[in-house]
C-alpha cells in the first residue's frame, strides 16, 4: 500500500488516507472512501486541488474485501452479515439463539495479522437484531496472503462461532421440599417466571412433589413424557452431592450424570444430568433470587438443545464469580 499527496484530477479510483472536511466543518469524505469522478468535482467546487491518497499494490486486497471474506467463513446458524464502515463487518442474529464460540480458534485467529475478530460471550443469548459479533480489519488494505490463510484455517477448524436458534423451546419445572412440594413452588415460581422471562420464555408445565426419592422420580418421569428443551428443579434443599435424594431420582429414573459443582458463584452446588437429549438441571438456592447465577449462564445453550459437556461447564470458571 502505498500513500501520497496527488492532484484531485488522478485521484479516481484511489483511496482516501483522511477524512475531508468542508470549510465550515462539516464531514465531506470519510476516510477509506474510494474516490469517483463526482468525488472530483465536489472537491474542486470547495477549492481543493491536492489530495492525500492510497492505492492498492500487487498481493493486497481492499479492507472491505478482506472481511467480507472472513465473515463468510466465521460461523453458522441464525445470524446475518452487514458491512459497515471502515473495513468492518457485523454479523447481526436473525432470530432468538445461542451464541457457542471456539474460544480457543479465537484466540489463534486474533494472533494472526491484519484482522482481529470480537464475538459475544460464550453461552450468550442474543435476540433478532442483536450484534453477536464484528471483524475489524487494519485500514485500508490488507496482504492477500494473510486473507487467505486466515481464510483456509476457518474452512479446516472453524466455524469459530455458531448463532444456535432457540426455537419453540419448552421448560418443565419440579418444585421440591421435604415437608411439602408446595411450599417450594409458593417460594420459587414468581423468581422461576421472572428468570425465563428474561430470555422472553415462561415456564411450559410444572409439578410439585415432597422430595423423597420415589416421589421426585415419579415427577421426572411425569416431565420427561413431555420431551421438553430442558427440566429445572428448584428444591429448598442444598445437596451434598450426587447421592442425596435428587442424584438418586435422576439415576432411578435412567439419567445420566454429567456434572455436580460448578465453579460460578452463585450456584457451585449445580447438579447436571441427562435424560436421553434432555437437560435436567438442579441449582439449589439459585431460584430464591433473580439475581444472576448458574442457571442464567446455562439456560441459553439447554434452550437452543446443545448438549453442554462437564468440560465445559469447567471453563464457566473465569468470569464465573457472579457477584
Not at 488522478?10 to 469522478?37: N, P, Y
Not at 415432597?210 to 413424557?225: D, H
Not at 435422576?250 to 450424570?257: A, E, R, S
Not at 441427562?274 to 439449589?284: G, Q
Amino acid at each position: 500500500m502505498k500513500a501520497q499527496t496527488v492532484d484531485v484530477k488522478t485521484s479516481i479510483g484511489r483511496i482516501l488516507c483522511c477524512t475531508v472536511f468542508r470549510a465550515g466543518g462539516k464531514k465531506l469524505l470519510s476516510k477509506g472512501h474510494i474516490i469517483s469522478d463526482e468525488d472530483v468535482h465536489v472537491l474542486e467546487l470547495e477549492g481543493m486541488d491536492r489530495i492525500w491518497v492510497t492505492e492498492l499494490e500487487e498481493g493486497e486486497v481492499s479492507e472491505d474485501a478482506a472481511v467480507c471474506a472472513v465473515a463468510a467463513e466465521i460461523g453458522c446458524g441464525a445470524y446475518e452479515i452487514k458491512l459497515a464502515a471502515g473495513g468492518r463487518a457485523n454479523l447481526h442474529a436473525t432470530q432468538s439463539c445461542c451464541v457457542l464460540v471456539d474460544d480457543d480458534l479465537l484466540k489463534q485467529v486474533n494472533c494472526t495479522s491484519g484482522m482481529v475478530i470480537a464475538t459475544a460471550l460464550n453461552f450468550s443469548f442474543a435476540g433478532p437484531g442483536q450484534r453477536i459479533a464484528t471483524i475489524k480489519s487494519a485500514p485500508f488494505a490488507v496482504a492477500k496472503s494473510d486473507v487467505d490463510g486466515l481464510v483456509n484455517m476457518l474452512r479446516e477448524r472453524g466455524p469459530i462461532m455458531q448463532a444456535r436458534p432457540v426455537t419453540r423451546p419448552t421448560v418443565g419445572v419440579l418444585y421440591s421440599d421435604p415437608q411439602n412440594g408446595d411450599r417450594a413452588r409458593t417460594l420459587f415460581e414468581n423468581i422461576m417466571r421472572q428468570r425465563l422471562e428474561r430470555f422472553g420464555y415462561v415456564p411450559s408445565f410444572a409439578v410439585s412433589c415432597v422430595e423423597e426419592e420415589a416421589s421426585v422420580a415419579r415427577a421426572l418421569n411425569q416431565l420427561t413424557r413431555s420431551k421438553p428443551s430442558a427440566i429445572l428443579i428448584a428444591s429448598t434443599t442444598a445437596p451434598a452431592g450426587p447421592e442425596d435424594v435428587i442424584g438418586r431420582a435422576l439415576t432411578q429414573v435412567g439419567g445420566q450424570m454429567e456434572r455436580f459443582l460448578a465453579p460460578v458463584e452463585p450456584g457451585n452446588l449445580m447438579l447436571l444430568s441427562y435424560f436421553n437429549e434432555t437437560p435436567i438441571l438442579s441449582a439449589p438456592g439459585c431460584f430464591r433470587s433473580a439475581k444472576p447465577n448458574v442457571v442464567d449462564l446455562l439456560l441459553p445453550p439447554l434452550l437452543a438443545r446443545y448438549r453442554v459437556s462437564s468440560w465445559e461447564v469447567a471453563g464457566l470458571g473465569h468470569g464465573g464469580l457472579l457477584g
